[in-house]
């Protein structure tokens, strides 16, 4: 089975300044994919973004980076600049995907790190 | 706008009774999925259905039931047997291919039983 694993409950940081969140997961396969959800007071879950096992690059989007080490098996979160509606609980999640990169659907994820931005 | 739909936002319900909760999506998405969250953990999942037609137990399936009919709709039955009930229920659905691998969530139903 597979387990997703974020050590830290609670981090905080300053306006515009980076954080990382960390994630490790368990596995044996060797294809899947990595996501990064956000969810705001609101409670609504938002992609932040993903990545493919298969892709050595590390995915950005905008002011969120990953730090994908397979060999590891962690997959940490780094936001720059960070801002006041940055403030959430981020998840790390994990599916499996066959050959042909088709996901197989399943979302597997970690207890959340709440976030606070403070200005 | 395309999007997912849950109804209603807030659920009551007296011990004892059984409760469906309602998801809609007109993303043309194959997959959805339902998933319960409790406070201050992840998500696990309790259903998914990647055809018409056809759905698999998650993790947590027991007291739960769904349908699945319809591409659009893929609603769940939390039933008396459910022993902990309250909870806070997420929809998704997904394409599940290489270029759309991820899931989009509806906005949740906070069910509570007392």
């Known amino acids: 089975a597979q387990t997703v694993t974020q050590s830290q409950p609670e981090m905080s940081v300053q306006e515009a300044e980076t954080v990382t969140l960390s994630c490790t997961y368990d596995?044996?396969?060797?294809?899947?994919?990595l996501f990064w959800y956000k969810q705001p007071p609101s409670r609504q879950m938002i992609l932040v973004i993903r990545?493919?096992?298969?892709?050595?690059q590390n995915a950005t989007e905008n002011r969120f980076s990953v730090n994908f080490q397979k060999a590891a098996k962690s997959f940490s979160l780094k936001i720059s600049d960070s801002q006041l509606g940055d403030t959430a609980m981020y998840f790390c999640?994990?599916?499996?995907?066959?050959?042909?990169?088709?996901?197989?659907?399943?979302?597997?994820f970690g207890q959340g790190t709440i976030l606070t931005v403070h200005p | 706008d395309g999007g997912i739909t849950q109804s209603p936002k807030y659920l009551f319900r007296k011990e004892g009774q059984n409760v469906t909760l309602s998801c809609e999506q007109n993303?043309?998405?194959?997959?959805m999925y339902w998933y319960r969250q409790d406070p201050g953990q992840g998500l696990r999942l309790i259903y998914y259905?990647?055809?018409?037609?056809?759905?698999q137990k998650g993790d947590i399936a027991e007291g739960y039931s769904v349908s699945r009919e319809k591409k659009e709709s893929f609603p769940l039955t939390v039933t008396s047997a459910q022993k902990n009930p309250t909870a806070f229920y997420l929809c998704?659905?997904?394409?599940?291919?290489?270029?759309?691998?991820?899931?989009?969530f509806g906005p949740g139903t906070r069910l509570t039983v007392t």
């Open positions: 998704a659905s997904s394409k599940g291919d290489r270029q759309t691998p991820e899931q989009y």
């Open positions: 596995t044996s396969e060797n294809n899947y994919y």
């Open positions: 990545q493919e096992a298969y892709k050595q």
């Open positions: 999640a994990f599916t499996l995907a066959n050959a042909g990169g088709t996901s197989y659907g399943k979302l597997t």
């Open positions: 993303l043309n998405h194959d997959a």
């Open positions: 259905s990647q055809i018409v037609n056809d759905f």
